[in-house]
């Protein structure tokens, strides 16, 4: 069946670091998206990507879709503390249509002072 | 609402008994998934409804899981006969359409099974 796979699975860095998530899926994607989950809480949309090579910026936080879309990832420039959390990818399942979203494995990310 | 509400917020069961989980989606929302979250794992889909009709259920993982969504707006899931491998998270989530479009994640039911 069809797998996304992240890579790191944890991520430790000081404040002010940098810190990149990739995605890989076994399948081609539509389309992908991000989410990013708080410890305890639950997954909060950051953004889609639909075209083949895109890249989409949200203040310190870039995201780029592959050539092949089966790849993608989350750069975080100059890490805070409020970026703390798990990120997961996202895309559309291969069975019953595209409805239903299969997550990656998640990275978890912690931020020192 | 403001937000997908889910109830309870955590819940308790003995194993053998039967529980069931209310999810509120956003008002208007055409799709409703459920997904399962294990402890540090990511959410595992379940099943998904398109208004009241269930489209998908490919994910539910015995048939002691049963979602119904009957006037297109509440859906409950109900697990009977709770083991101790349905502890998890329980993750309601609503989208205005079917496909390609972010989905809103309530807060979850925490089911412990002991």
């Known amino acids: 069946g069809q797998q996304v796979m992240q890579i790191p699975q944890y991520q430790h860095v000081q404040e002010g670091e940098d810190f990149t998530t990739y995605c890989n899926s076994s399948t081609t994607l539509s389309n992908i998206q991000w989410y990013k989950q708080r410890p305890g809480g639950h997954p909060v949309f950051l953004i889609q990507?639909?075209?083949?090579?895109e890249v989409k910026k949200q203040k310190r936080l870039t995201f780029q879709f592959g050539e092949a879309k089966k790849n993608s990832s989350l750069h975080i420039t100059a890490t805070q503390t409020t970026d703390v959390g798990t990120y997961f990818c996202a895309g559309p399942g291969v069975t019953g249509g595209g409805n239903k979203l299969t997550f990656g494995t998640g990275t978890q990310l912690k931020v020192e002072l | 609402g403001a937000g997908v509400s889910q109830s309870p917020r955590y819940k308790v069961a003995k194993r053998g008994q039967d529980v069931a989980l209310r999810c509120d989606p956003i008002?208007?929302?055409?799709?409703l998934f459920w997904y399962q979250q294990a402890l540090g794992q990511g959410p595992e889909f379940l099943t998904y409804f398109q208004n009241e009709a269930q489209l998908d259920k490919s994910g539910l993982p015995s048939d002691r899981f049963f979602a119904e969504r009957p006037e297109g707006s509440v859906s409950t899931l109900k697990i009977q006969r709770t083991q101790q491998e349905d502890s998890a998270v329980y993750l309601c989530a609503s989208s205005s359409f079917s496909v390609g479009t972010e989905a809103f994640f309530g807060q979850g039911t925490r089911l412990t099974v002991v």
């Open positions: 008002s208007g929302h055409v799709s």
């Open positions: 990507l639909v075209k083949s090579g």
